[in-house]
């Protein structure tokens, strides 16, 4: 014991030191800003809530806790996969309505145009034609709040003028050739929201119908559609599912059904805890005999897709367009006490021979939305040699067809986008946005002389670009800085003024009047119809 007394005073020493360094490197790191290191007491709740408790009781500013909060989720879910999401309650139902079919406002479908809220029709019968709102009215006054020149957004707008049944809002609106602002209190009250943009007769035979989502009244409004269709002729359909992002699996899987003989595989979905779920058609549907084309394209996704690829599988119709988007993941919804949501990813779905269409993704959240714009470096919008299949397995269809995986639904007849040279001058005034500005201008200064028009065919035969028009949409192109060339391809003109007219009857007759005009220069459906009349006939 004595030989260890020795020591002490050389170990007391080397603890002294030890003390003495300890605190400088300490002061040192907290004078200099760099971070030192130490232990939380353990709390209740896991990491996460500890973390979140330490900034909000010691962080040097004060931070917003729901913000944070929030955003540590959203991080969170976005390594899981691209589809799984937090949705804040303040956002819940901006993203919920349009699936639900029906939201609570004032009725009336707008654009911001030059920094003010401008009304482009009111719903038929809803609580703002009511009390008198009219097409091309300006809303300048939300309750007490100005909204016009003040850079209003799509989604300040909708906050503004959206609400609880049955509760009052007072607009402000300035109507053109009158003097001053017209005060209206509108009813706020339910109104019905669409995913049929358009179904008319293309010919005598074929019949066109698109849809915009697949929401929980998209089932009821096609097979309504199609039943008049039906009743008017048609022997042979065009769905259109372009720019469809999807929406509910149930809807999706009912519209299938109406085109597959009973028993017939549609989708199955399967993940690490959900076992095996299938989807069979179960009844004798509308449409299992006579000829269906399907046309999709790089905004097609998730129940577009399933659409696409069951009918694919199942040798029956056609797809024609370019290759869809790629989403083949399944999301469930947990709504919290707050009215915030969580979206997980529990399954993946799978198409009748087994494919799964999921594109791939490494975690880069904007590389993987942006995917589709990769597809016009590598040349796939102009060529189909061009496309990239990330998935090698090939499945066969029951009629021999071989189908690919992994990447979006790949068309049986593919459409390139058009590179024509001689619709430069079009393209340019197209993509720059101004055939639509003047068509916007036009039909609201002549929106009384062009009430005439009651349908759309009435429409379609007696109004047309003038060359009058055509010079002043020219003069227009030269102030924003697009000079004309010295000479226009007589194709170029023809797809200035079908646009232009397309455009003007969507403001006086909604999208009825645009598609039956547009379909004259839409490369994809004019490929589609030409394919359908070259189709034997039984």
Do not use: C, W
């Not at 004798?284 to 006579?290: K, P």
């Not at 055939?435 to 929106?447: G, M, N, S, V």
């Not at 547009?518 to 039984?538: N, R, T, V």
Request: no cysteine.
């Amino acid at each position: 014991m004595n030989k260890y007394k020795i020591y002490l005073p050389l170990l007391f020493s080397v603890v002294l030191a030890g003390g003495l360094y300890l605190g400088y490197r300490i002061g040192t790191s907290a004078a200099s800003g760099d971070e030192s290191s130490f232990y939380l007491p353990v709390q209740k709740g896991g990491k996460l809530d500890n973390i979140l408790q330490f900034i909000e009781q010691d962080y040097v500013d004060t931070v917003n806790s729901e913000m944070l909060e929030n955003n540590a989720i959203k991080g969170m879910l976005e390594k899981l996969d691209p589809h799984s999401q937090y949705i804040t309650a303040e956002e819940f139902h901006e993203m919920n309505d349009p699936l639900l079919g029906s939201f609570e406002g004032i009725g009336v479908s707008f654009r911001i145009e030059k920094d003010t809220i401008t009304v482009i029709n009111p719903v038929k019968g809803g609580p703002s034609e009511k009390v008198g709102i009219m097409a091309g009215d300006r809303i300048v006054f939300i309750d007490d709040s100005l909204v016009a020149g003040i850079k209003v957004t799509n989604r300040d707008a909708m906050r503004k003028l959206k609400g609880k049944k049955g509760t009052q809002v007072r607009v402000k609106i300035h109507r053109r050739g009158m003097e001053g602002l017209s005060d209206f209190t509108i009813t706020r009250d339910v109104i019905p929201t669409y995913s049929l943009d358009a179904s008319y007769m293309v010919n005598k035979q074929i019949g066109y119908i698109r849809l915009n989502k697949f929401a929980a009244t998209t089932y009821e409004e096609f097979v309504d559609a199609a039943e008049k269709l039906k009743d008017e002729g048609m022997t042979q359909l065009i769905l259109d599912l372009r720019g469809n992002t999807g929406g509910y699996l149930k809807a999706a899987t009912d519209l299938t059904d109406e085109f597959l003989s009973q028993d017939k595989l549609i989708v199955y979905t399967q993940g690490k805890n959900r076992p095996k779920s299938f989807s069979f058609a179960h009844r004798s549907g509308l449409f299992e005999e006579e000829d269906i084309i399907v046309l999709i394209d790089e905004g097609s996704a998730s129940a577009s897709e399933i659409v696409a690829g069951a009918l694919q599988d199942n040798d029956r119709g056609t797809i024609i367009g370019r290759r869809s988007f790629g989403k083949g993941l399944v999301q469930e919804q947990l709504s919290m006490r707050d009215g915030s949501a969580l979206r997980l990813t529990v399954a993946r779905y799978y198409t009748p021979t087994g494919r799964s269409i999921q594109k791939p993704y490494d975690g880069d959240f904007e590389k993987y939305h942006h995917e589709s714009f990769d597809r016009y470096d590598n040349g796939e919008m102009m060529s189909a040699d061009s496309i990239h299949q990330t998935d090698t397995v090939k499945f066969i269809t029951p009629k021999g067809k071989i189908v690919y995986g992994g990447g979006g639904i790949t068309p049986d007849v593919y459409v390139p986008l058009e590179s024509d040279s001689s619709l430069f001058f079009y393209n340019r005034l197209a993509n720059s946005g101004l055939i639509f500005q003047y068509a916007f201008d036009y039909a609201d200064i002549k929106r009384a002389e062009l009430s005439k028009f009651k349908n759309v065919e009435a429409f379609k035969t007696q109004f047309n670009m003038t060359d009058q028009m055509l010079r002043e949409l020219y003069q227009l192109a030269e102030e924003k800085g697009i000079s004309k060339p010295a000479a226009i391809s007589s194709e170029s003109k023809k797809y200035i003024r079908t646009l232009f007219k397309a455009y003007v009857g969507r403001n006086i007759l909604d999208d009825a009047g645009f598609y039956p005009i547009y379909q004259e220069i839409d490369p994809i459906l004019l490929k589609a119809i030409s394919y359908l009349k070259d189709q034997p006939k039984s």
